[in-house]
């Protein structure tokens, strides 16, 4: 983020804090819940979000050396990422050309070639087909057009970026706009490496999990002892960019700053950014580390949805082993709030959904992200947008 933003954004933290005036949607949204539970929507939002959407699988630090491969199953398309021999970031369906088995199994790992378990073919971490085993009884194959089927992908800013579809198009600057993709740019992604990660499978719809990251008005309230002594609540700064979004939230050292000059003031200390990258994708970076959660619908049942929390750290910030055990246990703590805290309450509106017996819950004034969010896909779905409402009975 460049310096002049850090400050403006800052100072109107602080503008915020003294007036007591959050950032505001000018009004209400009522959100049907059926949109929790509704299979056919659910089905649209498949084949429209995460088989016709670009996803970001992980972090360049995921696939740190030549020769490294990372396998991605939350997608109905089994995904192998890696990086080639060249350095070269590349992604492929994660299945034998023979007759369709999984070819890697493992979640991450090194390797300059991959063998099929069935019967042996061997494929190059570029995709290539190398190997047939008894290939004079097998048959007269042209192993050239018998390779993985390659995936469009692409490596920008330290970020990961493959289309589940063979047919598909990244086109990130249209995708993120050119500002946010700068902005992202920034926080320099591609020197950080993975830590720790943990996979939380909840009882609650994909959307309903990234509803907990679209408001800090929740912060005194579910997290009074463990965020809220971090963050002041209900104060954020927020900003939209095509379908995606920046809330700043609000931490406590700001108040520390107002005696600092400007020069020194920066934006990881006086808050936590949450970069909403649409559809399932919260990206929060801080000073030499950044939190990863994405969730991923249930392949069968809307009410359930897992989610990945992975946690990326600068190496040098963990150069010594006790600093680095205690890195881990902090993004650990971090991590089980949102599975311990906010996840308990989504999985507990889900009930409520799936019993029919609220028909909507309100988007407030103060939670401008969850007006934004949810229309934005319904518009990428041809619903009906939610209209704003001034006064709470209409
Ligand atoms: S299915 Fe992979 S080698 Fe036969
Ligand atoms: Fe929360």
Redesign the pocket.
């Known amino acids: 983020m460049e310096k002049t933003e850090q400050i403006a954004q800052i100072k109107t933290l602080m503008a915020r804090l003294d007036s007591d005036i959050n950032v505001d949607a000018g009004g209400f949204r009522y959100n049907p819940t059926s949109v929790y539970v509704d299979p056919e929507l659910a089905e649209k939002e498949s084949k429209t979000f995460f088989q016709g959407h670009p996803q970001l699988v992980g972090l360049s630090g995921d696939l740190p050396t030549s020769n490294s491969f990372l396998t991605i199953n939350d997608l109905k398309t089994p995904i192998l990422a890696t990086r080639d021999s060249d350095g070269n970031f590349r992604a492929f369906v994660n299945s034998?050309?023979?007759?369709?088995?999984v070819?890697e199994e493992e979640e991450r790992g090194e390797t300059r070639r991959f063998t099929?378990?069935?019967?042996?073919?061997t494929y190059s971490n570029e995709g290539a087909l190398v190997g047939i085993p008894k290939s004079e009884h097998f048959g007269d194959l042209d192993t050239n057009c018998f390779g993985l089927i390659e995936l469009p992908s692409e490596e920008r800013h330290g970020l990961l970026w493959v289309h589940p579809d063979p047919e598909g198009v990244i086109n990130l600057e249209e995708q993120l706009g050119k500002d946010l993709d700068a902005e992202l740019g920034s926080w320099n992604l591609g020197e950080l490496q993975h830590l720790t990660q943990d996979t939380y499978a909840v009882d609650c719809n994909w959307k309903l999990a990234m509803d907990t990251f679209g408001e800090t008005y929740h912060f005194s309230a579910l997290h009074s002892e463990s965020l809220n002594l971090q963050f002041h609540g209900n104060v954020q700064c927020y900003d939209t960019y095509g379908r995606n979004h920046r809330m700043l939230l609000c931490k406590r050292d700001i108040d520390g700053m107002r005696n600092q000059p400007e020069a020194e003031w920066d934006i990881t200390t006086a808050a936590l950014p949450v970069y909403w990258l649409f559809p399932n994708v919260q990206l929060m970076p801080g000073a030499g580390i950044l939190f990863l959660v994405r969730a991923y619908p249930d392949k069968e049942n809307p009410g359930k949805h897992v989610s990945q929390i992975h946690f990326y750290v600068r190496p040098d910030l963990v150069a010594d082993h006790e600093i680095k055990e205690m890195v881990k246990m902090a993004s650990q703590n971090f991590a089980e709030i949102i599975r311990d805290e906010d996840y308990l309450v989504s999985a507990s509106q889900q009930r409520s959904a799936e019993s029919g017996a609220i028909k909507h819950s309100i988007f407030g004034r103060n939670e401008p992200a969850l007006h934004h969010y949810h229309n934005t896909y319904r518009k990428m779905l041809d619903m009906e947008l939610l209209p704003l409402v001034e006064a709470s009975d209409t």
């Open positions: 034998c050309s023979h007759r369709g088995v070819l099929c378990q069935f019967h042996r073919w």
